[in-house]
């Protein structure tokens, strides 16, 4: 169970490193470095020069640079497909009694195959903007499993640690009104960025900061659902730290840090709209919204827990 | 209430995917805008414009060109090739130092009135898009000494490449003028270098 558990943790961390290196993709360009899938240039291992090509693909479409970011995606998102894979079966060796974990693992461990296909139908379709947002949601799913899963496990493992906890009647609502905005929030945010990457192509040289202007109503949309969220989580901080009701340090720690990334967040995407629209701060303003989803995933399950007998 | 250590950890980490991504995107940059060294000089060629202007090397001194060859009454791969030009030439409006320049394969049937009417069929209402003639032997000694296309089985057997040629009249890079993929990168490139000029200009 023990070794479950440290797998289902392993499967986080990995995942979220996934969800980084994917990211770093979309912002370096490199997304059809790779014009074939699962392959690369017809070869298990990329070309590392021209000569390598084969004959039926196009030399012109070949960027070493490129090619290996995608590659090293590939091979990573197969190492952490496999660590989840592992994670499933000791799940199903060690959790048949305990269906919480063992359907969100299962779960985690389809999606992650549906996701796989998906990353190919990207290739196929080059780059379709409404398959990059699925790839996205999928990964976010997976890991908001994966999470479920491990604190379950814990659960399972140590006992209820959240016995002495009790919290607010508000407290579910608000987490799990923090989660769907939160979606929202990041469906709205692939579209800027697709939209974004669209009027690019129309308009080269014109700054990015123009082109954000250009984008109009779901810009604004993103801002006050940003603020919004900052009010949620705000509330929620303040019922959890008040002293009619008991928290445990989990939860409290998981509110905290989810404050402390949503302020980041608006500072991060206000930095993108006044200055510039820098593809570092893209990838982290991304790679922050899924640790959001991560963390309010975690409160919910810690909210969910402090009912059980 | 959450330790010291696990802040100093988390700031660790992300110092660390930080500096990495930003070593990737760089690389990924430079990778995209990297432009090969010369390939060859254009040789000296002698040409009339569809405006009846005169129209040799020294014509590319200064400006950067997207030179192509076509014939009007292609069938095959030039609608595409002209298409793409046409898209080129109407999003770079305002850059005056860019010129496209589509040079006839067929110099018997397109006449200067015939070229005319194909640029004006293409919105073509300034001097950055030249259409060019010359009698046929010209042309293909360009196509073949200028350009290194195969030259034998003219017009039907023309290039459908795209050349970059830099404001020295090199040759840079060649692109499949019928393929959106390889425009886009025509189009990296087209901005770094104009953002490379952009100083001395």
Redesign the interface.
Known sequence: MKRYFQFSILSMVFTYLLI?VGG?VR????G?GCPDWPKCFGRWIPPTSLSQLPDYI?P??F????AW?EYLNRLFGALVGLIILITFILGYLHFKSSKKVLYSISGAFLLTLLEGWVGAKLVDT?LDPITITIHLLLALVIIGLIIYSSIQAYFAIVGNFEKDSKYHPHAKNVILGILVCLFIEIIIGTEIRGGLDMSR?????IEGIILLKMLGPFKYMHTILGFSLLGLTLYLRKIIYDNKFKSS?FM??SV??IMVLIFTQILLGEALVFFEVK??MQ??HM?FSSLLIGLSVSTYTYWKISIEQ | MIKKSYIIFLVVIISFLGISATWVITKANQSIQELPPVIKKVPDFEMVSHLGKPFNQDSLINKISILDFIFTSCPGPCPTMSSNMRTLYKQYKLHPDLQFISISVDPEYDTQEVLKAYADANGVNDQRWKFLRADMKAVKKLSTDGFMFMSESLPAGHSVKFVLIDQNGNVRQYYNGTDAGSIAILRTHINSILKNIKPKA
Not at chain 1, 27 to 30: D, F, K, L, T
């Open positions: 980084f770093l912002v370096s360009g490199a059809m196009d012109e479409k960027n070493l640079v490129l970011v080059v192509k129309d308009n080269p040289l340090p409290v720690n905290n840090f593809p570092l990838l982290f790679w």
